[in-house]
Protein backbone atom coordinates (compact mmCIF):
# COMPACT_ATOMS: atom_id res chain seq x y z
CA UNK A 1 0.00 0.00 0.00
CA UNK A 2 1.54 3.31 -1.17
CA UNK A 3 0.69 7.00 0.29
CA UNK A 4 -1.55 9.18 -2.10
CA UNK A 5 1.45 11.78 -2.08
CA UNK A 6 3.35 9.38 -3.77
CA UNK A 7 0.97 8.00 -6.48
CA UNK A 8 2.11 10.46 -9.50
CA UNK A 9 5.93 10.45 -8.89
CA UNK A 10 5.73 6.30 -8.45
CA UNK A 11 3.96 6.59 -11.92
CA UNK A 12 6.60 8.63 -13.23
CA UNK A 13 9.17 6.50 -11.65
CA UNK A 14 8.18 3.62 -13.21
CA UNK A 15 7.55 4.98 -16.82
CA UNK A 16 10.66 7.19 -17.04
CA UNK A 17 12.81 3.43 -15.60
CA UNK A 18 10.70 1.16 -18.30
CA UNK A 19 11.51 3.95 -20.71
CA UNK A 20 15.39 3.51 -19.91
CA UNK A 21 15.67 -0.53 -19.93
CA UNK A 22 13.97 -0.24 -23.52
CA UNK A 23 16.48 2.53 -24.24
CA UNK A 24 19.73 0.65 -22.62
CA UNK A 25 18.45 -2.88 -24.48
CA UNK A 26 18.37 -0.87 -27.13
CA UNK A 27 22.12 -0.08 -27.35
CA UNK A 28 25.03 -2.59 -28.68
CA UNK A 29 26.18 -2.17 -25.28
CA UNK A 30 28.80 -5.01 -23.26
CA UNK A 31 26.42 -7.35 -21.16
CA UNK A 32 28.01 -6.35 -17.91
CA UNK A 33 27.37 -3.03 -18.67
CA UNK A 34 23.79 -3.38 -19.90
CA UNK A 35 23.42 -5.30 -16.69
CA UNK A 36 24.74 -3.00 -14.43
CA UNK A 37 22.54 0.26 -15.65
CA UNK A 38 19.42 -2.17 -15.14
CA UNK A 39 20.22 -2.91 -11.88
CA UNK A 40 20.57 0.65 -10.98
CA UNK A 41 17.62 1.55 -12.31
CA UNK A 42 15.42 -1.35 -10.59
CA UNK A 43 16.96 -0.22 -7.25
CA UNK A 44 15.93 3.48 -8.07
CA UNK A 45 12.45 1.99 -8.53
CA UNK A 46 12.42 0.20 -5.27
CA UNK A 47 14.24 3.16 -2.80
CA UNK A 48 11.16 5.55 -4.39
CA UNK A 49 8.59 2.78 -3.88
CA UNK A 50 9.84 1.85 -0.44
CA UNK A 51 10.13 5.52 0.43
CA UNK A 52 6.26 5.91 -0.20
CA UNK A 53 4.95 3.05 1.47
CA UNK A 54 1.78 3.45 3.81
CA UNK A 55 1.83 0.73 5.67
CA UNK A 56 -1.59 -0.48 7.91
CA UNK A 57 -0.71 0.04 12.10
CA UNK A 58 -2.74 -1.20 14.89
CA UNK A 59 -3.92 1.72 16.53
CA UNK A 60 -5.42 1.07 19.77
CA UNK A 61 -6.92 4.48 20.87
CA UNK A 62 -6.63 5.52 24.58
CA UNK A 63 -6.83 9.62 25.02
CA UNK A 64 -4.02 9.55 27.90
CA UNK A 65 -1.97 8.31 25.65
CA UNK A 66 0.54 10.14 22.82
CA UNK A 67 1.67 7.95 20.29
CA UNK A 68 4.12 8.52 17.94
CA UNK A 69 3.36 10.67 14.76
CA UNK A 70 6.19 9.03 12.61
CA UNK A 71 8.87 6.45 12.34
CA UNK A 72 12.38 7.00 13.51
CA UNK A 73 14.46 7.06 16.43
CA UNK A 74 14.53 9.58 19.54
CA UNK A 75 16.84 12.13 19.71
CA UNK A 76 15.61 14.32 22.05
CA UNK A 77 13.80 14.63 25.24
CA UNK A 78 13.83 17.65 27.52
CA UNK A 79 12.38 20.41 28.89
CA UNK A 80 12.31 23.36 27.20
CA UNK A 81 10.27 26.92 26.40
CA UNK A 82 8.17 26.43 23.29
CA UNK A 83 7.76 30.25 21.96
CA UNK A 84 4.78 29.78 18.95
CA UNK A 85 1.69 28.69 20.64
CA UNK A 86 2.40 27.53 24.26
CA UNK A 87 4.87 30.61 25.23
CA UNK A 88 5.94 28.30 28.24
CA UNK A 89 7.55 25.17 29.27
CA UNK A 90 6.90 22.00 27.32
CA UNK A 91 8.86 18.43 27.31
CA UNK A 92 10.07 18.34 24.26
CA UNK A 93 9.84 14.96 22.31
CA UNK A 94 11.60 14.79 18.91
CA UNK A 95 11.58 11.89 16.43
CA UNK A 96 14.58 11.80 13.40
CA UNK A 97 13.44 10.12 9.96
CA UNK A 98 16.20 8.98 7.88
CA UNK A 99 14.89 8.11 4.49
CA UNK A 100 14.09 4.67 4.82
CA UNK A 101 11.60 5.06 7.36
CA UNK A 102 7.96 5.39 6.15
CA UNK A 103 7.12 9.09 5.99
CA UNK A 104 3.48 9.24 6.85
CA UNK A 105 2.73 11.99 9.84
CA UNK A 106 0.20 10.45 11.98
CA UNK A 107 -1.91 12.43 14.76
CA UNK A 108 -0.19 11.65 17.99
CA UNK A 109 -4.00 12.07 20.06
CA UNK A 110 -7.17 12.39 18.93
CA UNK A 111 -9.60 15.05 19.59
CA UNK A 112 -9.83 18.95 17.67
CA UNK A 113 -7.59 20.26 15.97
CA UNK A 114 -6.96 24.19 17.49
CA UNK A 115 -3.85 25.31 15.56
CA UNK A 116 -2.37 24.62 12.22
CA UNK A 117 0.32 26.94 10.83
CA UNK A 118 2.87 26.31 7.95
CA UNK A 119 6.06 28.23 7.94
CA UNK A 120 8.25 28.56 5.04
CA UNK A 121 12.04 28.46 5.89
CA UNK A 122 15.75 26.78 5.17
CA UNK A 123 16.81 23.19 4.69
CA UNK A 124 19.55 22.43 7.58
CA UNK A 125 19.87 19.10 8.51
CA UNK A 126 17.11 17.70 10.21
CA UNK A 127 19.10 17.27 13.24
CA UNK A 128 20.74 20.72 13.40
CA UNK A 129 19.85 22.44 16.88
CA UNK A 130 18.31 25.42 14.48
CA UNK A 131 16.06 23.69 12.40
CA UNK A 132 12.67 23.31 14.31
CA UNK A 133 12.77 27.34 14.38
CA UNK A 134 14.46 27.89 11.16
CA UNK A 135 13.94 25.20 8.58
CA UNK A 136 10.77 24.78 6.66
CA UNK A 137 7.49 23.49 9.34
CA UNK A 138 4.53 23.25 10.18
CA UNK A 139 2.92 23.67 14.19
CA UNK A 140 -0.19 21.82 14.77
CA UNK A 141 -1.52 21.66 17.99
CA UNK A 142 -4.52 19.27 19.26
CA UNK A 143 -6.78 19.76 22.25
CA UNK A 144 -7.66 16.21 24.08
CA UNK A 145 -9.86 16.95 26.84
CA UNK A 146 -8.37 13.96 28.68
CA UNK A 147 -4.18 14.73 28.07
CA UNK A 148 -4.68 18.46 27.18
CA UNK A 149 -3.18 20.10 24.25
CA UNK A 150 -0.41 18.58 22.20
CA UNK A 151 1.55 20.44 19.35
CA UNK A 152 3.58 18.60 16.78
CA UNK A 153 5.63 20.27 14.50
CA UNK A 154 6.63 18.83 10.84
CA UNK A 155 10.35 19.84 9.80
CA UNK A 156 12.02 19.24 6.91
CA UNK A 157 15.30 18.41 6.48
CA UNK A 158 18.07 18.97 4.16
CA UNK A 159 16.46 16.42 1.21
CA UNK A 160 12.71 16.56 2.18
CA UNK A 161 11.79 19.84 -0.20
CA UNK A 162 7.71 19.63 0.43
CA UNK A 163 5.84 19.28 4.15
CA UNK A 164 1.69 18.21 3.00
CA UNK A 165 -0.51 19.04 6.15
CA UNK A 166 -4.04 18.31 6.00
CA UNK A 167 -4.66 19.35 9.78
CA UNK A 168 -6.91 22.26 9.73
CA UNK A 169 -8.40 24.51 12.52
CA UNK A 170 -11.57 22.97 14.18
CA UNK A 171 -11.13 19.47 12.60
CA UNK A 172 -12.35 16.39 14.33
CA UNK A 173 -9.32 13.48 14.30
CA UNK A 174 -8.45 10.38 15.11
CA UNK A 175 -5.54 9.25 16.82
CA UNK A 176 -3.17 7.70 14.43
CA UNK A 177 -4.95 8.68 11.48
CA UNK A 178 -2.71 10.54 8.60
CA UNK A 179 -2.15 14.20 9.29
CA UNK A 180 0.39 14.80 6.67
CA UNK A 181 3.48 13.40 4.53
CA UNK A 182 7.28 14.88 4.82
CA UNK A 183 9.25 13.95 1.48
CA UNK A 184 12.43 12.55 1.52
CA UNK A 185 14.01 12.99 5.17
CA UNK A 186 12.78 15.19 8.46
CA UNK A 187 12.08 15.64 12.03
CA UNK A 188 9.31 15.38 14.05
CA UNK A 189 9.27 17.55 17.18
CA UNK A 190 6.57 16.90 20.07
CA UNK A 191 5.63 19.44 23.00
CA UNK A 192 4.09 18.19 25.97
CA UNK A 193 2.69 19.22 29.28
CA UNK A 194 5.11 19.11 31.48
CA UNK A 195 3.09 16.13 34.01
CA UNK A 196 3.63 13.93 31.44
CA UNK A 197 5.39 10.70 31.94
CA UNK A 198 7.47 9.87 29.56
CA UNK A 199 7.65 6.31 28.36
CA UNK A 200 10.39 6.04 25.81
CA UNK A 201 14.34 6.95 26.01
CA UNK A 202 16.94 8.37 23.47
CA UNK A 203 17.84 6.50 20.59
CA UNK A 204 14.86 4.48 20.76
CA UNK A 205 13.57 3.35 17.60
CA UNK A 206 9.59 4.32 17.70
CA UNK A 207 6.85 3.46 15.08
CA UNK A 208 4.07 6.11 13.72
CA UNK A 209 0.70 5.38 15.30
CA UNK A 210 1.77 2.14 17.43
CA UNK A 211 4.37 3.47 20.09
CA UNK A 212 3.09 5.21 23.25
CA UNK A 213 5.63 8.37 23.26
CA UNK A 214 4.21 9.53 27.07
CA UNK A 215 0.97 9.43 29.08
CA UNK A 216 -1.16 11.02 31.36
CA UNK A 217 0.12 10.94 35.09
Do not use: C
Request: proline share 5%; no cysteine.
Amino acid sequence: MFHKEGHKIIVLTLIVVVGLFLLVDSFNLASWLSTLIMLALLVFLILILQFFRNPKRNIFFNDTHVVSPVDGKVVVIEEVEEPEYFKDKRIQVSVFMSPINVHVTRYPIGGEVVFSKYHPGKYLVAWHPKASEENERTTVVVENPSFGKVLYRQIAGALAKRIVNYAKPNDKVNQGDDSGFIKFGSRVDLFLPLDSEIKVQLNQKVRGGESVIAEKK
